[in-house]
């Protein structure tokens, strides 16, 4: 699901790659830039709610409700991170297929 997620990047790179080439590399760096800030908010997250779970762990000693659902969303949490980190390397590796896209298309 965190795939499908953001899986439609690659789709908007390429509409606007059609559309206006010349904004092309604007679209690729504006999905760098937007999946960077997911990517911070969930290890910020994760990192929170990890921190919660394990202190509620050692405040109880015990597998309390809280303690699962800290832990179920550190770990939603930090899934998401590694999915943005994903998008983030997968968009740089689209940068240079859109720049070489580009050189043929665009005169100089």
Same mark, same amino acid.
């Given at each position: 699901m965190l795939s499908r997620t953001f899986a439609y990047?690659?789709?908007? *790179?390429?509409?606007?790659?059609?559309?206006?080439?010349?904004r092309a590399l604007l679209a690729v760096w504006a999905e760098i830039l937007?999946?960077?800030? *997911?990517? *911070?908010a969930c290890v910020l997250f994760a990192t929170i /709610?990890?921190?919660?779970? /394990?202190?509620?762990?050692?405040?109880d000693g015990l597998l309390s409700l809280w303690t699962v659902a800290a832990f179920a969303c550190a770990l939603?949490?930090?899934a998401g991170?590694?999915?943005?980190?994903?998008?983030v390397l997968s968009a740089l590796r689209d940068k240079g297929r859109v720049r070489t896209a580009l050189d043929e298309r665009l005169p100089r």
């Amino acid at each position: 699901m965190l795939s499908r997620t953001f899986a439609y990047r690659r789709l908007y *790179v390429d509409a606007v790659y059609e559309r206006a080439p010349h904004r092309a590399l604007l679209a690729v760096w504006a999905e760098i830039l937007r999946l960077s800030f *997911v990517f *911070v908010a969930c290890v910020l997250f994760a990192t929170i /709610f990890w921190a919660l779970g /394990f202190g509620a762990y050692a405040r109880d000693g015990l597998l309390s409700l809280w303690t699962v659902a800290a832990f179920a969303c550190a770990l939603a949490s930090s899934a998401g991170a590694l999915a943005a980190a994903a998008g983030v390397l997968s968009a740089l590796r689209d940068k240079g297929r859109v720049r070489t896209a580009l050189d043929e298309r665009l005169p100089r």
